[in-house]
């Protein structure tokens, strides 16, 4: 099983982004992205469930990020708007096929590379 990411980079302030994460192999019962940030813990972002399409954010990217799947094409997006300078960090894609909803990244099994996103002031 491998997840590959794509989409990050440098942007300003308000601008946007959108990265995306690809699975080979097979599918899951839900999907997220996770981020961590230099000196700081790895911190949860938002998933999405594969099937029911459900979603979850974090407190602090609700309304301004958008996590969403291509069922076809096997991809989980997140597009980003309105992004800060404190968005910065590296984006991980993570995948768990355990059968409910979680926020806990030691609850996601597969991980992909990172990409960075650098948001300037």
């Known amino acids: 099983v491998q997840l590959v990411e794509s989409g990050g980079g440098l942007v300003q302030a308000g601008g946007s982004l959108r990265l995306s994460c690809e699975s080979s192999?097979?599918?899951?019962?839900?999907m997220a992205w996770f981020r961590q940030a230099p000196g700081k813990e790895r911190e949860f972002v938002a998933a999405v469930l594969w099937g029911l399409g459900g979603t979850g954010y974090a407190d602090s990217v609700k309304g301004r990020f958008t996590i969403s799947r291509d069922i076809a094409k096997n991809t989980v997006y997140l597009q980003m708007n309105s992004l800060k300078p404190e968005d910065t960090a590296v984006y991980y894609c993570a995948a768990t096929g355990r059968q409910f909803y979680t926020e806990r990244d030691n609850e996601y099994d597969y991980w992909g590379q990172g990409t960075q996103v650098s948001v300037s002031s």
């Open positions: 192999g097979r599918t899951f019962y839900s």
